[in-house]
């Protein structure tokens, strides 16, 4: 037999937590121990993710090359698109935007743009939308590309 737990659910809580009763269609402990093993398999992958100040090459249309820096750490690298021969890489910042970076296998990136989330790029870029699924795992958000189809 299972060890037992208690959980003090506050009574602000207590609408929520009958009604999650009422949709859970099993026992709300199963709900509950799913709902733990995501987040325990989420926090453990950002601990695995070293957080710190990401340095890149950014080529600008006049063939300069300069550099940006943020703090953050990156999600997805060398996903490579080959239908046009490009290479994406997808960064996690600190503060919890997405960056989205391209280059041509040289680590000098051609595109190099920051969005609110993963939705919010899928519609402002040409990243594909596999690469954004692939980010999504990999920070636990579950994004869903949306096709016009």
Known sequence: MAPKKTIYVKEADEPTWKRAEELAGESISSVLAGLLRDYVERMEKEAQQ??????????????????????????????????????????????GNVVICCHGGDKVYDVFASYDSLADAASSTDAPGELLGVAGEAIGEDFVEELDI
């Not at 820096?69 to 490009?86: L, P, T």
């Open 50 to 95: 070293p957080e710190g100040r990401q340095v890149v090459r950014v080529k600008l249309e006049d063939g300069s090359i300069v550099k940006k820096a943020f703090m953050g750490s990156w999600v997805v690298e060398g996903f490579e698109d080959h239908r046009f021969g490009i290479v994406w890489d997808v960064a996690l910042t600190s503060k």
